[in-house]
């Protein structure tokens, strides 16, 4: 063996190293920051090893490669975070596309000559990847409104999307089977595209959570079946790693929004028929000085994040606030549900980039039994999440998903910009409560007015 693969396979043991202890870090907010950092040295690891792999006899490609790819990747992590979603759907679309053109250019150089093992891996990494990159442009479509976020549906649509899963598994068989004829290899990947689309689109953009999550399992898979391919133990590591840490993940969301793995497989989102809880009375406006009353002479303030914390960019005038009455010797608390937002982590990812400590944080189920003792449970720009209709209407479409239950606090603030309804598109019965107040206008201008009056209480 040549000094230049020794190095590549020293590089390959770190990389791989870095990789598993990064993950390890993520599991905790207090280590993800740590975690981060391991998991971009073991890329970068495996990158440099890469560089020296003895195949490798012209570096022109490979430099306008790392040239373009960083003129792409630079100005896409210096989003906001309101587009991070977006951002995380275009990056599993970029890393689905690679895997599937190393599959398709590996049998276009080498055919049938790969093996049985290698094909069959080969065939798994180009129809996962396929149709991740098509799905994931669409998440991302979705996520940035160039398309409507509730669901897609059409008559016929399931029959549409079985028939086109039973074409694109009987050409992969049939190609298998009979690997010189490529019209079943690209019979495949063209269905693999479109059934990413089709996988897609019946789900409204409030699950993203859960497709984002299982996307990323998605891409990860392929890129593992890329190292088996190639004969690349560090690809084969992290995408197996990417690949079953997402699919877990998956089916923990899933569990916070009572939807079963197999409804988010075939794309079964937003089919139910859904029945709304009839609601009387009208909406509540209170005034900033009216809240702020309520929460300078509180003992206990629970403040309850969502996507309309993240539009508005609120994280920090809300953590202002909680320091002002942390001052005062309120208890301040931070509900965090687990598909608040619009991916995984989405709140704790914003608080922390304001500061909020982790010991602040409190999970569904940690707060849930704190509400009957919280004086004035304040809602940022959530609605789904804490929706009493998940609870108490069984018809509704998302009867069964598990809540924070502000309605069960002594008083509600909902800030929100208007009257619209949830994504979901469902009306929340919480808004008409008489324990609940609605304080209108931008989150960020409203915590910062609400900041400025509690000091003047």
Not at 430 to 453: C, P, R
Request: glycine fraction near 10%; proline fraction near 4%; include cysteine.
């Amino acid at each position: 063996m040549s000094n230049a693969q020794y190095f590549l396979e020293a590089t390959y043991l770190i990389a791989s190293c870095l990789f598993v202890l990064g993950l390890k870090g993520l599991s905790h907010p207090d280590t993800a920051r740590r975690g981060m950092i391991m998991a971009a040295a073991g890329m970068s690891a495996a990158v440099l090893g890469t560089l020296f792999h003895p195949d490798i006899h012209n570096y022109i490609y490979i430099a306008i490669g790392l040239i373009l790819g960083s003129c792409i990747g630079i100005p896409m992590a210096m989003v906001p975070m309101t587009a991070m979603p977006q951002r995380t759907a275009l990056s599993h679309a970029f890393g689905a596309m690679a895997a599937s053109m190393v599959g398709i250019a590996e049998y276009v150089i080498h055919g049938p000559t790969l093996g049985g093992v290698k094909m069959g891996a080969l065939g798994l990494e180009v129809m996962l990847g396929s149709l991740t990159v098509t799905g994931s442009l669409i998440a991302a479509a979705k996520l940035q409104e160039l398309m409507r976020g509730t669901p897609i549906m059409f008559k016929g649509q399931q029959i549409v999307n079985l028939g086109l899963f039973i074409v694109m598994i009987g050409s992969f068989i049939t190609w298998l089977i009979n690997p010189a004829v490529s019209v079943y290899f690209y019979t495949m990947v063209g269905c693999a595209f479109v059934f990413g689309v089709m996988l897609v689109i019946p789900i409204g953009a409030a699950d993203m959570p859960v497709v984002m999550s299982l996307l990323n399992s998605y891409a990860g898979l392929s890129s593992a079946a890329t190292g088996f391919v190639l004969g690349n133990n560090v690809l084969i590591i992290a995408g197996t790693l990417d690949g079953f840490s997402g699919f877990i993940l998956s089916i923990l969301m899933c569990r916070a929004m009572n939807r079963s793995i197999t409804n988010v497989l075939f794309g079964g989102f937003g089919s139910a028929v859904s029945v709304e809880t009839a609601v009387s009375g009208s909406m509540r406006e209170v005034s900033v000085d009216d809240v702020a009353v309520q929460l300078a002479y509180a003992s206990q303030v629970v403040f309850v994040p969502g996507y309309g914390m993240a539009t508005a960019q609120a994280q920090h005038a809300c953590r202002e606030l909680g320091n002002l009455l942390e001052e005062r010797g309120i208890a301040v608390k931070y509900a965090i549900h687990p598909v608040a937002g619009r991916m995984p982590g989405h709140m704790n990812v914003l608080l922390a980039e304001a500061n909020v400590p982790y010991s602040s944080l409190y999970e569904m189920e940690q707060i849930n039994p704190e509400m009957p003792q919280t004086d004035v449970a304040v809602v940022i720009g959530a609605n789904d999440v804490v929706n009493p209709d998940a609870r108490d209407n069984p018809k509704s479409l998302i009867a069964g998903m598990p809540i924070i239950e502000v309605d069960k606090a002594k008083s509600v603030v909902v800030l929100k910009r208007g009257k619209g309804k949830g994504f979901s598109g469902l009306e929340n019965p919480l808004f008409f409560k008489s324990v609940t107040g609605m304080l209108y206008g931008d989150a960020k201008t409203s915590l910062t007015n609400l900041a400025q009056a509690v000091q003047k209480v």
